[in-house]
Every structure is written in structure tokens, then in C-alpha cells.
């Protein structure tokens, strides 16, 4: 095997340009797979990191009705307490939301105003910059504080720190002053890109909002899952003990977040396959290249082919060394194409500010798969050179 692989790269170092420019081929393939895959999964890790910071994981309990036997509408502070209680639940907020206007100093912006609990951070990753968020005492009484997230602030101050500013919201039909006690992360550009399709949000103690809108219920409840219990579990259980207390059935409804972002996921993954498979399809064409080039070579080589066989060389022996020499160029040109990739994808998500785990397996699987891909097409110019009679091939010239 030594002696084969010897005459591969013998055989290659005596055409240097045009070995190097079929390596340069499968680079190039395999470089745009590489950039390709990096680029998905970048954009997946991101999506994923938007959908966290607005809460999209856990669960979201609402109500199916405007009302139930008793005439109520929403979610009751017994209700929450009863979902509270339940067996691997984290942490449950009461969560009330309104679409209005909000003035910021002569700035007005349709904004989401969420009248959310104090423990807020951890059940719709709120991310705190500036100040402080809502705690227990401004729930109990009901003070006409806020936090605001920095898009807003940046707007209308050209800054984000803004505490201790006053706001105008409109809620209920009334309009009051709140105090900016705190300014929330807005997430990355991924959203800020998105505009007025994503407005922005002011978050208020939920009792204030029940006391501007006159109601006692919630419209949802956000509950967080502990990390190392079922979901889907937590939720049959949840909606069970519900309609068992309440004596109701079909009225409260329990959506899946977690099932949804990974569904979303899973569609990454399909879109992430189909641009890889296409950027694969220069992969193939660099192959027909090794195809073209191995068998320029065997015909150039036709009376070497029949001087090895005169001399005893075996059949299986020629088609060995045209084989090793196939492989030995996709084995160079995904390496290169490999560590080129990954210099390029790297040095992009560090001046974007991505940043995604490197799966060098998915590398290992790139470089066998443009392994066999010099095999396939290498396969028929050996077949072709380990043919060759021994006289045919002497008589050329």
C-alpha cells in the first residue's frame, strides 16, 4: 500500500498546476458547504435566542371562552395559585396584554404593554440593563411604575438609560403618567430589523392594569417548566387538576411553546439541508473535474500503464494507484476547503456578533462524503487504465 500511494503522489507532483487546480475545485465546494452550513446554524441559534427572550418556551395557559358557569372571563388569582402548586412548575406569571399608545416625551409609538408579576425575569426572560424591574411591593400596590425596553428609550431620548423619566400610557380608555423605573433589553438586530412589525414594549405591574381596566382576571398565565421535567407531562397534568377543581371541561386551553419552537427549529433544519444540498451541487461538478482530469491522465499515461504490466503490475494493482490518486485529491481539497471554511465563517460571526458551536463531526462527515466523491468518479478512469492490454498500450506512442 505504501508503494501505491508513493506512485499516487508521484504521479500528481509531476502535474503541479493542474493537480493543484483540481484540489483548488473541491476547495471551493467544499468552502460554500462549509460557509452554508455555518451560516444555517447560526441562524438557528439566533431565531432560537429571540424566541427565549420573548418568552416562546414553556407553556401558556389562557382560557378557550369569553366566560365561564360563573360569568367570569380569564384566569383567577385561584386558578394561578392551583397552577402554582402544581408538581414541576417553575414559576407561573399572570400576564395581561394591550396594544396602545404611549407617549415618551414628544415621541408617540404604538406599543405592547404587558401587565406582568414581579417574577417576570424568570418566567419571560426579561433581560434588566438599566434600573431595576417590578417587585413584589409595586404588584401589591398597585404603583404606576414601569420598565421599558431600550428601543423605546433610544427613540425618543437618544439614550438608553432613561430611569426615572415619566411615560403617558393609554389604558382602559383612561391615560396615566407611569415612572420608568428600569430599561429591558429590546433583543439583538434581528428583531430591532423587523420595525414597526415588532413594536415596542412596556412592561407594568399586572394589578396596575386590573385597576385601569376594571378587570380581576388574566388573559394567560406564562409558565416556566423545570429543566429536567416533561413538558408535555406538566401540561396534561395542569390542564387536568384545572378542569377537575373548576368543574370544567374544554374551557381552559394550555399551548405548547416549547413544541412550537422546536417545530420551528425542525423547519430550520429542512431549510438548512436544502441550502446545503445546493451549495453540494458544486461538490458534484468538482468531482466530474476529477473525472475529466483522471482520465486526461490515463491517456496520457497509457504507455507507463502498459510498461508496469509488461512487468508484471496486476490489474487490481494500476486500478489502486488511479484510485489513491482520486483519493488523495478530495482528501487535500476538503481539508483546505475545511480549515478555509471555517477561518472565513468564524472571522464573519465575530464582526456580525454571532457566535455557534462548531460540530466538527458534521466536518468529519464532509470530508468522507468528498472522499467518496472522488472515489465514484475516479472509479471508471482506473477501471479504464487497469484494462489496458499490455501490447494495445505499448504500441502507443
Known amino acids: 500500500m505504501r508503494?501505491?500511494?508513493?506512485?499516487?503522489?508521484?504521479?500528481?507532483?509531476r502535474k503541479r498546476l493542474r493537480t493543484a487546480l483540481t484540489i483548488g475545485s473541491i476547495t471551493i465546494g467544499v468552502v460554500l458547504v462549509v460557509i452554508v452550513s455555518l451560516i444555517s446554524n447560526?441562524?438557528?441559534?439566533?431565531?432560537?435566542?429571540?424566541?427565549?427572550?420573548?418568552?416562546?418556551?414553556?407553556?401558556?395557559?389562557?382560557?378557550?371562552?369569553?366566560?365561564?358557569?360563573?360569568?367570569?372571563?380569564?384566569?383567577?388569582?385561584?386558578t394561578l395559585n392551583l397552577i402554582r402548586s402544581t408538581s414541576n412548575v417553575e414559576t407561573a406569571m399572570p400576564l395581561m396584554i394591550e396594544y396602545s399608545l404611549t407617549t415618551l416625551r414628544e415621541t408617540q409609538a404604538n406599543t405592547l404593554i404587558c401587565g406582568i408579576d414581579a417574577g417576570a425575569k424568570q418566567a419571560i426572560s426579561l433581560t434588566l440593563k438599566h434600573g431595576r424591574l417590578i417587585s413584589k411591593?409595586?404588584?401589591?400596590?398597585?404603583?404606576?411604575?414601569?420598565?421599558?425596553?431600550?428601543?423605546?428609550?433610544?427613540s425618543a431620548y437618544g439614550r438608553e438609560n432613561i430611569t426615572g423619566k415619566t411615560i403617558r400610557l393609554q389604558i382602559g380608555g383612561s391615560q396615566e403618567e407611569f415612572e420608568i423605573i428600569g430599561i429591558a433589553e429590546a433583543g439583538s438586530t434581528l428583531l430591532q430589523s423587523l420595525g414597526e412589525f415588532i413594536p415596542s414594549m412596556v412592561y407594568i405591574p399586572y394589578s396596575t392594569m386590573q385597576a385601569m381596566t376594571g378587570c380581576s382576571t388574566f388573559d394567560q398565565v406564562a409558565v416556566r417548566v423545570d429543566s429536567a421535567a416533561d413538558v408535555s407531562l406538566t401540561e396534561a397534568t395542569i390542564l387536568s387538576r384545572?378542569?377537575?377543581?373548576?368543574?370544567?371541561?374544554?374551557?381552559?386551553?394550555?399551548?405548547?411553546?416549547?413544541?412550537?419552537?422546536?417545530?420551528?427549529?425542525?423547519?430550520?433544519?429542512?431549510?438548512?439541508?436544502?441550502?446545503?444540498?445546493?451549495?453540494?451541487?458544486?461538490?458534484?461538478?468538482?468531482?466530474l473535474g476529477i473525472m475529466t482530469i483522471m482520465m486526461v491522465s490515463v491517456s496520457e499515461r497509457t504507455r507507463e500503464i502498459g510498461i508496469k504490466k509488461a512487468i508484471g503490475a496486476s490489474?487490481?494493482?494500476?486500478?489502486?494507484?488511479?484510485?489513491?490518486?482520486?483519493?488523495?485529491?478530495?482528501?487535500?481539497?476538503?481539508?483546505?476547503?475545511?480549515?478555509?471554511?471555517?477561518?472565513?465563517?468564524?472571522?464573519?460571526?465575530?464582526v456580525f456578533g454571532f457566535s455557534v458551536p462548531i460540530a466538527w463531526t458534521d466536518f468529519l462527515y464532509l470530508i468522507l462524503f468528498t472522499v467518496c466523491l472522488g472515489v465514484v468518479f475516479g472509479v471508471y478512469p482506473?477501471?479504464?487504465?487497469?484494462?489496458?492490454?499490455?501490447?494495445d498500450a505499448l504500441r502507443q506512442e
Open 242 to 287: 384545572l378542569e377537575r377543581v373548576t368543574d370544567t371541561h374544554g374551557y381552559f386551553r394550555t399551548d405548547n411553546l416549547s413544541t412550537q419552537r422546536d417545530k420551528l427549529g425542525n423547519l430550520l433544519d429542512i431549510v438548512t439541508l436544502v441550502l446545503t444540498a445546493i451549495s453540494g451541487i458544486s461538490l458534484v461538478v468538482s468531482g
Open 382 to 391: 482506473a477501471i479504464k487504465a487497469a484494462r489496458l492490454k499490455p501490447v
Open 137 to 154: 411591593g409595586d404588584v401589591q400596590s398597585a404603583s404606576s411604575v414601569c420598565v421599558v425596553d431600550e428601543a423605546l428609550a433610544e
Open 315 to 350: 490489474r487490481s494493482r494500476i486500478l489502486w494507484e488511479f484510485l489513491t490518486e482520486a483519493v488523495v485529491i478530495s482528501l487535500f481539497g476538503s481539508l483546505v476547503g475545511i480549515a478555509v471554511g471555517s477561518g472565513i465563517g468564524l472571522i464573519g460571526m465575530q
Open 3 to 13: 508503494d501505491i500511494l508513493s506512485c499516487a503522489m508521484k504521479s500528481l507532483a
Open 42 to 78: 447560526a441562524g438557528k441559534t439566533a431565531v432560537n435566542s429571540e424566541l427565549e427572550s420573548l418568552g416562546i418556551s414553556g407553556l401558556s395557559i389562557s382560557t378557550n371562552s369569553s366566560a365561564d358557569a360563573n360569568g367570569e372571563s380569564g384566569i383567577t388569582e385561584e
